[in-house]
DNA sequence: AATGTAAATTGAAATGATTACAAAAATAAG
DNA sequence: CTTATTTTTGTAATCATTTCAATTTACATT
C-alpha cells in the first residue's frame, strides 16, 4: 500500500498521519509478519533516523486504541501486533516462533451464552509445530 | 476437593504432591478465580508459613509443564492460571478485571485449514465488559 | 530414630518488557 | 515568522519473571 493510502487511512480513524506513524502502519501492513516491538525497532532503526523505542510503544498504544491495530497476547512474555483488524485467526508455532493468520468466518465462532454481557473483542489461536518445523523434526 | 483427592491427581500426573503444590492446587480448584501470581501470593501467603513468590512461580511452571493448569494470555502484562484444563472459553471484563469461564465443546471450534500442521493448543477467549459491570455503567 | 542424598524452596540479584516523565523537536495556526 | 500545541526522545522507574547459590525438606536406607 502506498503511503498515501496509509496517511488517508490513519485520518480516516482519527489519527494524524504524522510522518512515524505512516512508516510504522506502513510496516505492519506491508511486512504482516506480526512483530514484537523489538522487531519493529531493529526494522525500522535503519529506515527511520533517530527512532526510538518508547515512539513505537507510543504509536503502537494509539494505533490499539483507536482500533486501526490488534495487539496479540499469545505467550505471556511478548505482545505482537497486527493490522489486520478482520476477524481472523492465529496460529503460532512453538519452533520458530512465528505467527501465521488463517481465515475464519466471525459466524463459525461459538457465541457462548452470556446473558447481559458486552462482547467487544474475540479472540481465536491455536498453538503448536506449523508444517515445515514438523518436517524438520521428523528429519 | 479434598487434599487427598489432589494429592492423588497430582500424583497421577507425574508430580510429586509436596505439601505446598498440594496446597496451590487446591487454591486454584476450589477458588477457581483465575488467579495472578500475586493473587495467589497474597491469598496464601497467610495460611503457608514463609511461602516464596519464587515458589509459586515454580509449582506453577511445574503444573503447566505437566499438562495440569492452564497459564492464559489474555492481557500482556499478566499471566491467569487455570487448573480447569477441559476444554471452555475465558471472558475478561475490561472494567472488574474479572474473567470467567464459558462451556464449549471442542466441535464447536473451528478447525482451519492448516495442512501438516500439528496443533496442541485451541484458546479462545472474549472481551468486553460483564453483566454487572453494564448495570454499573448504565446506571 | 539417625544418616545421606536428591529434590524443592528460598531470597536476593539479574533480566527484560513496558511506562512515566521532563526536555527537546516537530507541527500547525495565527 | 512567531507562538502554542502535540509528538518524540532518552533516561530512569516500575513491574513481572527468571536465575542462582545457599538452605531446607523429603525420603530411602541404614
Redesign the pocket.
Same mark, same amino acid.
Do not use: M
Given at each position: 500500500m502506498e503511503q498515501q493510502q496509509i496517511s488517508a487511512y490513519l485520518l480516516k480513524s482519527g $489519527?494524524?498521519? #504524522?510522518? /512515524?506513524?505512516v512508516k510504522i502502519m506502513s510496516y505492519l501492513v506491508s511486512k504482516r509478519n506480526h512483530p514484537?516491538?523489538?522487531m519493529i525497532y531493529s526494522d525500522l532503526i535503519h529506515e $527511520?533516523? +533517530? #527512532?526510538? /523505542?518508547?515512539? $513505537?510503544?507510543?504509536?503502537l498504544?494509539?494505533f490499539v486504541q483507536s482500533g486501526v491495530t490488534l495487539a496479540l497476547n499469545i505467550e +505471556?512474555?511478548?505482545?505482537r501486533y497486527d493490522a489486520d483488524t478482520s476477524t481472523h485467526g492465529h496460529f503460532k508455532c512453538k519452533i520458530c516462533s512465528g505467527v501465521i493468520d488463517f481465515r475464519i468466518r466471525k459466524e463459525e465462532l461459538p457465541n457462548p451464552m452470556l446473558e447481559g454481557f458486552r462482547i467487544d473483542e474475540h479472540h481465536y489461536y491455536l498453538k503448536g509445530v506449523c508444517s515445515f518445523c514438523v518436517n524438520k523434526i521428523e528429519a
Open positions: $489519527i494524524r498521519p #504524522l510522518q /512515524k506513524r514484537t516491538v523489538d $527511520i533516523n +533517530g #527512532l526510538s /523505542k518508547t515512539t $513505537i510503544y507510543n504509536v498504544n494509539l +505471556g512474555n511478548e505482545v
